[in-house]
């Protein structure tokens, strides 16, 4: 059937229809309009109308950009609760920027290397890179759902390889000491649930003093203020208890306070205590690879220890070098009586004259 100029067309790619019509800014637009022609019709024949009748047409297919999936995403961690101020900075700031104006139905592989290209030309890791990208293709797969049904497919996004990304930071019985002297006094019970549990730092500051059990020796956490809303259960061990019953003995509300206040930010305290003790690079997250190694060296199984500070999947452990370190940590609790005994029965070798 020949229609009647700039009433619009329907077109097949691949097995799927698309419509195309002029809207109300005399520009061509284009969308998905369906799996069979029946569909992509009746949709043209709304479009067409919204524009003839001056109604805003909702955009879609051909007129979504990464820029738009993007901001769906970031609805979405709010809506689900999360906290969306990192990933809408990385929406913003960093992928907008480069890709945001490109139609995210017609987004490319090779549109995505070449913004990872740039990203290796100003020198960002690959891992940084790597988070980048999972925002990308989360977003992009939102967009495609059935719920929102923006694009037609979500093209692939790739994740690059970050073998050589093995995190090492880890602190040592006196390392921590140190640190817990130069930090302030009210940031010393933070560091030593970090230190002994490995819960993350934003699970922890909204730790409440009603998931404290004292007669058990458990914190409870719950689901909604972990990060893979998975609930978690700690155990209360050394210096633990002397802060929980300080808490306690207060009444407060929140486990961690200053002043009567939750605490939300510590970063400049952190900097500063970490200089005065001699450890300019650690950061917070080299408590929770610490508290992992030192449960496992301990004795624990990997499903316990991740069970405790929450990680969801072994292979976490695996990129933190931890299982091997516990392991030979293990070994070598065991051979060194051995070693000391076979010294004190007098056991040794000696060398023939030359």
Not at 118 to 137: A, F, G, Q, W, Y
Not at 220 to 235: C, G
Not at 268 to 283: D, F, S, Y
């Amino acid at each position: 059937m020949k229609r009647k100029y700039k009433s619009g067309s329907v077109r097949e790619r691949n097995g799927k229809f698309y419509v195309r019509y002029y809207g109300m800014d005399g520009r061509q637009h284009e969308e998905f309009g369906g799996e069979t022609r029946a569909k992509a019709e009746k949709l043209l024949r709304q479009r067409v109308g919204e524009v003839a009748a001056g109604t805003p047409v909702r955009k879609a297919g051909g007129d979504v950009t990464v820029a738009d999936c993007l901001k769906l995403v970031i609805a979405d961690y709010r809506r689900n609760g999360k906290d969306a101020d990192i990933p809408q900075l990385r929406a913003e700031s960093v992928i907008g920027p480069v890709i945001g104006h490109e139609r995210a139905a017609s987004l490319t592989p090779r549109a995505i290397w070449a913004y990872v290209a740039k990203r290796r030309k100003d020198h960002v890791k690959d891992s940084t890179i790597n988070r980048e990208l999972s925002l990308l293709r989360r977003a992009l797969r939102l967009a495609a759902s059935d719920e929102y049904g923006m694009i037609p497919r979500a093209v692939q996004v790739p994740h690059l390889d970050e073998g050589d990304n093995v995190r090492t930071g880890f602190l040592t019985p006196e390392e921590y000491e140190r640190m817990k002297r130069a930090l302030p006094e009210y940031l010393r019970p933070l560091l030593c649930f970090a230190y002994y549990t490995g819960l993350r730092r934003s699970t922890l500051l909204a730790l409440r003093l009603d998931q404290i059990d004292m007669e058990a020796g458990l914190v409870w956490v719950s689901r909604v203020q972990t990060k893979n809303r998975r609930s978690q259960t700690a155990p209360i061990v050394g210096e633990m208890r002397h802060y929980c019953a300080t808490a306690l003995a207060k009444n407060v509300e929140y486990v961690f306070e200053n002043a009567g206040k939750p605490i939300k930010s510590f970063k400049n305290a952190w900097h500063t205590a970490r200089v005065e003790a001699g450890l300019p690079k650690l950061m917070f997250h080299d408590l929770r690879r610490t508290a992992v190694r030192d449960w496992l060296a301990a004795g624990a199984d990997s499903s316990t220890a991740m069970a405790i500070s929450g990680h969801k999947t072994s292979s976490m452990l695996e990129r933190y070098n931890i299982i091997d370190a516990a392991n030979v940590q293990r070994a070598a609790a065991l051979r060194e009586p051995k070693i000391k005994l076979r010294g004190e029965q007098g056991e040794t070798v000696k060398m023939k004259p030359s």
